[in-house]
Structures are given as structure tokens and as C-alpha cells.
């Protein structure tokens, strides 16, 4: 069965570059997650998207934006990036009629140098 | 606010034992869901079990079940005959349909 896509899975960039993360949910599936997951840290939501609107936003930084395009792909951009940054991005989906089971992709792990 | 706690760090278990990993949860919602994640050192995080609260019985996924309790907010994870690869990482996980609400996790052995 398909599964969630994640782009870049490995991503090395320098203090106050940008980056550009990038998420192909399962087939049929409307609703996009972001998470962050700090080293030894459980997963924080970022933000979410249903039916390409922004749906929710948890602790998102303001240097971050995230958008769901007609594919129903997402695409987070982070900007000024900090050591602080350096995490495990994973990018869930579900669909409308499942809406609370969410799917993990394996994630982008970003180094910030 | 909604918050998950996992008061067990670490968890060891016999190969072909039977472990339970503790979890509990604070909401004030009464509709919700409530998910079982592991993650192994890959670090993919993959989906171990789930329960609607509405939902009396108790959630069962071949070697693993849950114990749900609503009233106590509890929802622990019960392995049994364990296996070497169900060694990893293991999250619960709260949502009132809408973001997912992480435990700090609980990091399971298995001893050969």
C-alpha cells in the first residue's frame, strides 16, 4: 500500500538558510500533519492542513510556513534557520472518512550547521 | 489543555513475555481517540493500535491489546510473547480530532 512521502529525507543547511520540506500524503487523503521531533523529544504539531486550507497551527515558529497545494502535497519553509531547528520533520495524513488515524511519513532529518 | 503522560521511561522484557506500557491522558473532551505509536531506531513512526472513546471494548491488534480505562483516563498497551522487534520506541497518542497529542514515550527492551 502506499505510504506517506517525505522530501528530502536527509537535509544539511548552515544558521539563517532556508529550507524547503516537502510531503506527499497517502492517495485520496485530504488532511496534511507537521510535526517536529527534537532529539530525545516526542513529536510536537506544527501545523496542519484540510482540503488545502490551514485547519490547525500548534507551536510553529514565525520564521515557518507551511502550504497544501491542489495535489494535496504540503510544502513547510523555514527560514533563518537556527541550530535549534535541527529535528526530525515528519509529515502525517488521513482522509475525511478516517480523519483521526493519522499516517506517518519517515520523516526529514535536518541538520542546521 | 490536553496533555499524555508516560511515567515509564524505560520498559525490559523477556523475549516471549508479556509487558504493559503505562499511559494517561488529561482532556476535558468526551469525544476523542487514543493511539499506541512505535518507533524503532529507524525512527519511523508507525501505528501500533487505536481506540475510540466511545468505544466500551478494548482494542485488540494481533500480540497487542489495550486496557481502557475513560473514567481513570488510562489507556496502557500490553505486548504479549514479545519479540526482539518490538523493541523501540513507544508513543501514545491523544487527539480530540484534530493535532495529535504526544507522550514523552517509553523506551521497551527485549532481552533474548
Known amino acids: 500500500a502506499a505510504g506517506v512521502i517525505q522530501s528530502p529525507r536527509h537535509l544539511i543547511k548552515e544558521k539563517r538558510e532556508t529550507a524547503t520540506l516537502k510531503c506527499y500524503p497517502i492517495p485520496r487523503h485530504d488532511t496534511v500533519y507537521w510535526y517536529q521531533q527534537g532529539p530525545g523529544q516526542d513529536p510536537q504539531f506544527l501545523i496542519s492542513?484540510?482540503?488545502?486550507?490551514?485547519?490547525d497551527k500548534g507551536s510553529i515558529p514565525d520564521r515557518f510556513s507551511a502550504q497544501q497545494f491542489s495535489d494535496y502535497h504540503s510544502e513547510l519553509n523555514m527560514s533563518s534557520l537556527e541550530l535549534g531547528d535541527s529535528a526530525l520533520y515528519f509529515c502525517?495524513?488521513?482522509?475525511?472518512?478516517?480523519?483521526?488515524?493519522?499516517?506517518f511519513g519517515p520523516g526529514t532529518r535536518l541538520l542546521v550547521l | 489543555a490536553q496533555t499524555v503522560t508516560q511515567s515509564q521511561p524505560e520498559m525490559s522484557v523477556q523475549e516471549a513475555e508479556t509487558v504493559t506500557l503505562s499511559c494517561t491522558y488529561d482532556t476535558s473532551e468526551s469525544d476523542y481517540y487514543l493511539f499506541w505509536y512505535k518507533q524503532p531506531p529507524s525512527r519511523q513512526m508507525i501505528l501500533v493500535i487505536r481506540?475510540?472513546?466511545?468505544?466500551?471494548q478494548n482494542a485488540t491488534e494481533n500480540r497487542f491489546s489495550v486496557n481502557f480505562q475513560k473514567a481513570a483516563k488510562s489507556f496502557s498497551l500490553k505486548i504479549s510473547d514479545s519479540q526482539l522487534g518490538d523493541a523501540a520506541m513507544y508513543f501514545c497518542a491523544f487527539t480530540p480530532r484534530d493535532q495529535f497529542y504526544f507522550g514523552t514515550g517509553t523506551s521497551l527492551t527485549v532481552i533474548p
Open positions: 502525517a495524513s488521513s482522509t475525511g472518512t478516517d480523519q483521526e488515524t493519522q499516517y
Open positions: 492542513f484540510y482540503e488545502k486550507m490551514q485547519s
Open positions: 481506540q475510540e472513546a466511545y468505544k466500551q
